[in-house]
């Protein structure tokens, strides 16, 4: 259902955008449809090879062993963990939440589960290799991964100083 | 300034230059790539071991099928891509989200990232037409960075059912800073890794 609503959004940005191409003249719209139809044929196989191949690195990573310690008193140690295990958790959101859910009712503490739920949303290998690395220049992943580092810390940071969720 | 006379030849002048789009075609195969198809082959020949040809094949039909459900929106994601990058006048782009944009940029930046519907099909295609046209590293992190942890589709389809609305709101609210500070953190790093010649 929410697959329906997302694609019918997406496909009337494009056709909203199209039309502002198309009033923009003729050659506006043909130039844009080539160039998104070149990169889509230059992306395909990328593409291919992330989304077929980030099974098999997910089928050999055991997940025990991403939710193991991150109880409340884990802590600095515990949110370093978090981090690490949040960026190593394959799968899509399904997993990523379900394993952070898990974590959360296996007595994990919030600030970890926190600085986990956002280290997969940053660096969840699998994303970053399926759809970041494709599509964005190589120099721009790396850099936005490489600067985004202490934020899954500030934020177990800030959830320890208000003492919330 | 001259910005109405100009904006006439501009459309032409984006069109030609579209034409080589310096730095957006990329070879299809980078050291990315073959890292990657490394690691997919180790990982490969792991799951033969341990589960036989049975369990290559399983998760080779299950991720096939998901493969062709994405293609689809990988298509709609590319083309949203390019209708930005021709429709969006460049100096404007740069203006509002260029290395000189400061805090507004970042928040411009963040603003977008939060409301772009779609999945990661939609948001590191614009991302990367963003940079096409002119934006910096700094104002791209935060909009990519504020598609992950604010934006609202992933929280309402997946984080809200699964985690809880109290720990999705909270964890919302501690995010709500960090697209900016990742984008002026990313903005101080560059600016010192590739200092330029003074314009």
């Known amino acids: ?165 | 300034m001259s910005e109405l006379p100009l904006k006439d030849p501009a459309p032409a002048d984006d069109a030609a230059e579209a034409e080589p789009r310096p730095g957006h075609i990329r070879k299809p195969i980078g050291w990315s790539m073959i890292v990657i198809a490394a690691l997919v082959a180790v990982s490969a020949t792991l799951v033969w071991r341990r589960d036989g040809i049975d369990g290559v094949l399983e998760i080779l039909t299950h991720d096939l099928s998901l493969f062709g459900g994405i293609l689809p929106r990988v298509l709609a994601g590319c083309l949203l891509g390019a209708f930005i990058t021709e429709i969006l006048p460049h100096e404007k782009v740069s203006r509002s989200l260029g290395p000189n944009s400061g805090l507004k940029g970042l928040l411009i930046g963040t603003a977008f990232g939060a409301i772009l519907p779609g999945g990661p099909f939609t948001a590191y295609p614009v991302a990367s037409a963003l940079l096409t046209v002119g934006a910096d590293f700094g104002a791209t992190i935060a909009m990519v960075v504020s598609w992950t942890l604010i934006g609202y589709g992933r929280a309402v389809a997946w984080e809200l059912p699964i985690m809880g609305t109290d720990f999705t709101l909270w964890r919302i609210v501690i995010s709500l800073p960090l697209p900016v500070l990742a984008g002026a953190f990313g903005r101080f790093v560059y600016v010192r890794m590739y200092p330029k010649v003074a314009p």
């Open chain 1, 1 to 165: 259902m929410s697959a329906l609503i997302i694609d019918i959004i997406l496909w009337a940005s494009v056709a909203s955008l199209g039309f502002i191409a198309f009033r923009r003249g003729r050659p506006v719209l043909t130039a844009s449809l080539r160039e998104g139809s070149m990169d889509f044929i230059n992306i395909v196989p990328r593409i291919a090879l992330g989304v077929i191949g980030s099974g098999y690195i997910a089928a050999v990573i055991p997940q025990e062993i991403i939710t193991g310690r991150l109880g409340p008193n884990s802590g600095w140690l515990g949110v370093l963990t978090a981090v690490i295990a949040g960026a190593a958790t394959p799968g899509g959101p399904v997993v990523g939440f379900s394993l952070g859910a898990v974590a959360l009712k296996a007595g994990g503490g919030a600030p970890q589960v926190i600085a986990y739920v956002i280290a997969w949303a940053l660096f969840a290998f699998q994303r970053v290799l399926l759809w970041e690395i494709p599509f964005m220049p190589a120099r721009f992943v790396w850099f936005r991964a490489a600067v985004s580092v202490p934020f899954p810390f500030l934020a177990a940071a800030i959830a320890m100083a208000i003492g919330k969720p």
